[in-house]
């Protein structure tokens, strides 16, 4: 079974909708991320967590909000989605000890 | 300001030749850095990272990385590329509070 995995893999939604993105691990990890990738710009941080009470905002958190409901739960949500949501979102682990992130497999959302 | 330019968007390589990936990182410390590959509809994988030590580093699938101060650079290379190494490519240093700062990618493609 894969360490991190992330739900739904794919997702289609209209303008205005609210979607969650959710993401589960069994690497026993603290910290949790979330990024979005498009194309051509890499991947940008959008919200991260160093344990269940401490939820920090990345680079790119407006329009985002998230919810660490366990260690090993980490979701992120769209209250309202607009197309320019659109994009590849992942969602990584790490350990405190270690600067290594591990990320699960991708979350491709449309917004139309 | 931290970042991370990879200055070739497309490289297209032939099967069985060496392969150079360009990253240069913009970063005040000494940094921690990292090469993932994302393959077609996959998560990124950690290909390799350096923290301290040997500037010449050593990871899976026969890619090696070295780090040069001088040139602020951390070029990923391989001396033979395989079909499977087709991927995009992501180069990325250690911010601040362990947030990953990516490059834009590069796409290699692999002909026959």
């Known amino acids: 079974d894969a360490d991190v995995t992330q739900t739904p893999r794919n997702r289609i939604t209209k303008t205005g909708k609210r979607i969650m993105l959710e993401c589960s691990q069994t690497?026993?990890?603290?910290?949790m991320y979330w990024y979005r990738q498009d194309p051509g710009l890499g991947l940008r941080l959008i919200y991260y967590?160093?344990?269940?009470?401490?939820?920090n905002k990345g680079e790119i958190s407006d329009g985002y909000s998230v919810s660490r409901q366990a260690q090993a739960k980490f979701s992120l949500s769209l209250e309202s989605a607009i197309p320019n949501q659109t994009a590849l979102y992942f969602c990584?682990?790490?350990?405190?000890?270690?600067?290594?992130?591990?990320f699960g497999p991708g979350t491709r959302l449309t917004v139309l | 300001a931290q970042s991370v330019t990879q200055p070739d968007i497309h490289i297209t390589v032939s099967e069985g030749a060496s392969l150079e990936l360009r990253c240069n990182y913009s970063?005040?410390?000494?940094?921690?850095l990292f090469w993932y590959v994302q393959s077609p509809g996959q998560g990124l994988q950690l290909l390799l990272k350096?923290?301290?030590?040997?500037?010449l580093v050593q990871g899976i699938k026969g890619f090696e990385a070295e780090f040069k101060r001088s040139q602020s650079s951390f070029n990923l290379r391989k001396p033979s590329v395989h079909w499977s190494d087709a991927a995009e490519y992501f180069c990325?240093?250690?911010?601040?509070?362990?947030?990953?700062?990516f490059g834009a990618g590069t796409r290699l493609a692999v002909h026959p």
């Open positions: 990584a682990t790490g350990r405190l000890d270690t600067d290594t992130q591990y």
């Open positions: 690497k026993g990890h603290d910290r």
């Open positions: 967590s160093f344990d269940v009470k401490d939820i």
């Open positions: 970063y005040g410390a000494t940094p921690y």
């Open positions: 350096y923290f301290s030590g040997d500037t």
């Open positions: 990325a240093v250690l911010g601040g509070y362990n947030k990953l700062i």
